[in-house]
C-alpha cells in the first residue's frame, strides 16, 4: 500500500452501524441477484459478444455507429426495456481513409506501422517525405523554438507504464492530445508519436488530437509501441546522419453527419422521481469492435439495470444511456446535458475503462449524505471493493450531471492492463475475461439496486475536485 | 512430467563417468566463457538488435534480403570471421503486393484483417466476394466432396494450442500447408484460414503454402486468430444465412530472382579435419523483422562461434551458415547442399526456434557415440538442459548434413511462446527475453566448443527417426 494515510481515512465509515433500507425486501432480493450475477451473468457477455460480432467497428458520425445503435435498440426492446429512443444530434465527422504508411527512408530503409489520429490533414497523394526530429518527452517538443520544426516531422516519445488506477494516461496523454498541434505550430510538416499505450504489438493506439485555434492541421500518426522503439534505436545507430521519413495517409473530414445517443428505461414505481442514470459509450474507433471500450461499459449498465428490474420494479426510474460520438469529442454527452439539463438525475454512475475488477467505489456525497455512502460501500465489499478517500468524478458521458451539479458514483475498474488494448486493434471480445466481467455486474446491480430505491433524494454532490475526465477520451 | 519412462531413460547417460578430453584445458577455458555468456553476452543481442533495426524484414529474393546478407557479411567480418563470403542462387520468388484486405459482406458487415499465404495468387483488382464454406479441421475440408466448393471461399479452422516442443505445429500446420491447395481442388474461388498461431492479437501469421501439380493456385490469407474467431461467431449467429465474404489481395510471382548463402568461419588448428558446421537463416517474412524467427538464431551460433574462438583456438574449424530463402521453401539449405555434398561435415547444428530457454539435448549419435553424447549431456546439465531420449534430426537448413547421413545434434528451445509470434508482425525485438537468450548463447558455446575440440570423428549418425523437419518452415 502506497499511501497508508488514505487507506486508514477509509476505514470509519465502512465500520459505521448502518440503519435498515426503506424496503429491507429489496435489498434481499437484490443481493441474491448480484450474487447470481457474480456466479454466471450472461446478460454482459451476451451484448459484448453480439454488438461486436454483429456490428463490429462503430466510428462515430458514419453508417457502422449507426448500425450500431440500431443494434443496440433492437437489444433493449427485447430486454424488457421501456422508452427505448435514438435521441439525434450532427456534428462534425472525421474519417481515416485507407491508407496508412511510414517508411523511414534513410539511414536504414524499413517500413514502420502507422494509423492516422484523429482529425489528422491528410497528406498529399504518395506522402510527405521529410527529416525526423526526434523528441523524447512532451516537455522537449514544448521547449523547442517557434520555427525549429519547418519543413520537418517531429517525432514525440514518452515512457507510459501500467497503472491501476490509469494514471499514467494524464502523464503520457498531453503526446496524443496536444503534441501534433504544438509541432505544427513551431513549422512541422508532420507529426508521429510513441503510441498512447503500455503494450509491445505492432497496432497502434489512435485517438483523437486537437489543433489549437489558428493551427492549421498537419498529418498526424500513432506508430506502434515495437515500431517507436526501433525508431528510436535508429537514431541512435545513425551515428548523427538524418533520419527520415516518408508518411502517406489520407483522412478527410466529412462535414456535418448525424449520431445518437440510445436512451432505454427500467420504470420506478415512482417516475416522478429523479431517476438514476447509468452511462456509456456506444461509438468505438474505426479500428476495433471496441470490446473493452466500451461494448462491455454498456453491457455492464444494461445487465444491472435488467437484473435490478428481476428483484422487483425499483422505486425510481433507471435510464440506461449509450452515448454517441464519445471518443471523437464527447459529442453525444454534451447533446444529452444540452437537451436534458432540465430534468434532474438523482445520480449518474457511468462504466467506460475495460471489463477487469471493480477494485474501488468512490462518490461525491460521502459528506452530505454519508449515510448513504457508508451503506453503499458495505454493499460491495462482499465483491472486494474498497471503499475510497478520493471524490468521484463521474466518466465523459456522465457531463449532464456534472452540469446540474448532481450526484456521482465511480465504480473504478482496475485498468492495469486497459491501455494494452485501448484505441488498438485489438480490442477484441477474446480480451474480456468473463469473470471479471461478472465481477462488474454483481457490483454495478447491487449499487445500482439500492440506488434506484433510496427514497430520499441523494443531494448535492461534492464538485470540489471536479475537472475534465480523461479517462475515456 | 507425462512420461516417466523416457525421463528415467535419460538418466543412465548423465551417469556414465566421463573421460578427461584430450585437451582439459581447453574445457576449462570453455567452461570459463559459456558461463560468462549466461552472466552477460552482448553478442547475440548486439547482432539481434542490429539485423532487425538496420535491415529490417528481409523478404525472401528481395533487396531487402539482399541489405540483410550484405549486413551479416559486415558483421562476420568485423567480429574476426575468416571466409566469409556470399553463396549466391536463383529461386523463384514471390512478394506479398501492397493490398490485403477481408470484409464480411453479409450478414453482418465487418472488416476482417488478413495476409497472404506465401505463393497466394492475386485476387482480381478490387477484390473476389463469395459465400463462405466453413470447415472446422482439416479432416473436414478432405472430407468435402469432390467440386463442392466450386464458386465458394473455403475458411478452414483448427484449435492449435501452445506446446513447449512445438508439436502443434504439426497438428494444425496442413491447414496451412495444404487447406488452401485442397480447397482449389475441389473448386473453391479463394481460402482463408484461421492463422497457425496461439496469440490473440489482430496480427495474421503468415507462411508458404502448396498447390500442388496440375492445380492452379488460388487467392489464399491467414486471419488474425481473433478475426477468425469472430467470423466463425458469425456464422453461429447466422442462423443458416449465407456468409459472404470479399477478399481482395496483390501478391505476384516475380520470376527468378537471386538469393544466396552468408557463410563465415572460426578456421581450426587443424582445417583438414571436417568442420561443426552451425546454420540459421537470414530471411524472414516480408512483415517482420524477424527478430525470433531467425536472427535470433543467427546471433546465437555466430556468439557461441566467436566465444569458442575466444578460449583459444578450436582444433576443427566452426563454420556458420546464414541461410537464404528458407522461409519460402528451403531454397538456401538445398543450395548449400548441393555445392558442399561432397565436403564432409563432422556435425550440424541448428538455431531456429526463437530465442528462449534450451531445456533438452539430443543427438543422433547417442548409439553410435554414447561417449561423446553424454560428455555434451552432462557438460549441459548446469544450464538446465536435460538428456532426451529422442534422435535428434536437425533443422531445416541441415539439409547437407541429412544427405551426407551425417552427425546432428539439437538443443531444443522451450517453444511455449514461439506460436504467438512466427510469422506475424509482433516478431520484434521487444519479444527477446535477454536472460533466456545468453542462456542460448552459453549452452551453444559449451556444446560448439567441446565439438570443435573433439580429436575422433563424430561418427556416422542415427537416421532411422529422420523426417521432414517443420519447425522452422
Given at each position: 500500500m502506497k499511501n497508508l494515510a488514505l487507506a486508514l481515512a477509509a476505514l470509519p465509515l465502512t465500520a459505521l452501524a448502518l440503519p435498515a433500507l426503506a424496503q429491507p425486501g429489496d435489498l434481499a432480493a437484490l443481493e441474491t441477484v448480484a450474487d447470481r450475477a457474480l456466479a454466471a451473468d450472461a446478460i454482459a457477455y451476451g451484448f459484448t459478444e453480439g454488438l461486436t460480432t454483429e456490428v463490429g467497428p462503430r466510428q462515430a458520425g458514419t453508417e457502422a455507429e449507426a448500425r450500431g445503435r440500431a443494434w443496440a435498440m433492437a437489444w433493449l426492446k427485447a430486454n424488457g426495456f421501456a422508452n427505448v429512443a435514438d435521441e439525434p444530434f450532427e456534428m462534425e465527422t472525421w474519417v481515416p481513409g485507407d491508407i496508412a504508411r511510414a517508411r523511414v527512408t534513410g539511414p536504414f530503409a524499413q517500413d514502420l506501422v502507422v494509423l492516422p489520429l484523429g482529425d489528422s490533414a491528410a497528406t498529399p497523394q504518395g506522402g510527405i517525405e521529410a527529416e525526423v526530429v526526434f523528441f523524447r518527452t512532451f516537455e522537449d517538443l514544448r521547449a523547442a523554438?517557434?520555427?525549429?520544426?519547418?519543413?520537418k516531422i517531429a517525432y514525440i516519445s514518452h515512457q507510459m507504464r501500467q497503472a491501476q488506477d490509469g494514471s499514467h494516461y494524464g502523464f503520457a496523454g498531453p503526446v496524443r492530445w496536444v503534441g501534433p498541434g504544438i509541432a505544427a505550430s513551431k513549422g512541422a510538416v508532420a507529426a508521429v508519436i510513441k503510441s498512447i499505450g503500455t503494450d509491445h504489438h505492432r497496432n497502434p493506439h489512435t485517438g483523437g488530437t486537437d489543433f489549437a485555434a489558428g493551427v492549421k492541421p498537419i498529418p498526424a500518426g500513432a506508430l506502434s509501441l515495437p515500431d517507436a522503439e526501433n525508431l528510436e534505436r535508429m537514431f541512435a545507430r545513425a551515428g548523427g546522419k538524418p533520419v527520415t521519413l516518408r508518411l502517406e495517409m489520407n483522412p478527410r473530414q466529412l462535414g456535418k453527419t448525424t449520431s445518437g445517443n440510445v436512451v432505454g428505461e427500467i420504470v420506478g414505481r415512482n417516475p416522478a422521481l429523479p431517476p438514476v442514470l447509468l452511462a456509456c459509450h456506444l461509438d468505438s474507433w474505426w479500428n476495433s469492435p471496441g470490446a473493452f471500450d466500451d461494448a462491455a461499459g454498456c453491457g455492464i449498465i444494461a445487465a444491472a439495470a435488467k437484473n435490478v428490474a428481476s428483484a422487483g420494479q425499483p422505486l425510481r426510474t433507471i435510464r440506461v444511456l449509450f452515448a454517441g460520438a464519445e471518443e471523437v469529442g464527447l459529442h453525444g454527452s454534451v447533446a444529452y446535458s444540452k437537451a436534458h439539463i432540465n430534468e434532474p438525475i438523482a445520480v449518474g454512475l457511468e462504466s467506460d475503462f475495460g471489463a477487469d475488477r471493480i477494485w474501488r467505489f468512490e462518490s461525491n456525497?460521502?459528506?452530505?449524505n454519508p449515510d448513504l455512502h457508508a451503506r453503499l460501500a458495505r454493499a460491495v465489499a462482499r465483491f472486494g471493493v474498497a471503499n475510497s478517500p478520493l471524490v468521484a468524478t463521474g466518466g465523459a458521458d456522465l457531463n449532464v450531471v456534472r452540469d446540474q451539479k448532481g450526484a456521482l458514483v465511480d465504480l473504478q475498474q482496475d485498468g492495469t492492463r486497459y491501455f494494452d488494448l485501448h484505441?488498438?486493434?485489438?480490442?477484441?471480445?477474446?480480451?474480456?475475461?468473463i469473470v471479471q466481467l461478472r465481477q462488474n455486474v454483481a457490483v454495478w446491480t447491487q449499487v445500482t439496486g439500492i440506488l434506484a430505491n433510496e427514497q430520499n433524494g441523494i443531494l448535492t454532490g461534492n464538485f470540489e475536485r471536479t475537472g475534465p475526465d480523461v479517462m475515456g477520451d
Open positions: 523554438p517557434e520555427g525549429s520544426l519547418k519543413g456525497f460521502r459528506e452530505s484505441h488498438t486493434p485489438d480490442d477484441t471480445l477474446d480480451k474480456i475475461d
